[in-house]
């Protein structure tokens, strides 16, 4: 019954599960959303992304700027200083997630809130 009310309002359950999967898939991880906050948050080079988000490691946090400029979250920008600098930024793309992530914080507030009572 409450398939052919989803079906009845324009809804497809198989491709609502297939677009789930295809987000978590790209944003799923431990690192992934707090990389985005940070660089969103103004930190734009390797070392500060870094220091801004305990716990991660320096292997962890390359792989995941990959994969996140892979997806075309970020840009990743070579200056031809010396030393090199590298700087990351976040695209226009990258910044559609933007109110998803504020519900996510707030979210993670209030989760935490109701299980510390």
């Known amino acids: 019954m409450e398939e052919k009310i989803l079906k009845e309002k324009g809804r497809n359950p198989e491709e609502e599960i297939r677009a789930l999967q295809d987000t978590l898939y790209v944003i799923s991880g431990k690192w992934k959303i707090p990389i985005i906050n940070s660089i969103c948050n103004g930190n734009k080079r390797f070392r500060e992304i870094e220091r801004s988000i305990p716990g991660i490691t320096t292997r962890m946090l390359s792989k995941e700027l990959k994969a996140l400029e892979m997806n075309k979250f ?9 030393p090199v600098t590298v700087e990351y930024t976040s695209t226009e793309y990258c910044k559609s997630l933007g109110n998803v992530i504020i519900e996510m914080i707030k979210w993670g507030r209030a989760h935490k809130e109701l299980i510390i009572r």
């Open 74 to 82: 970020i840009v990743r920008t070579v200056y031809p200083d010396i």
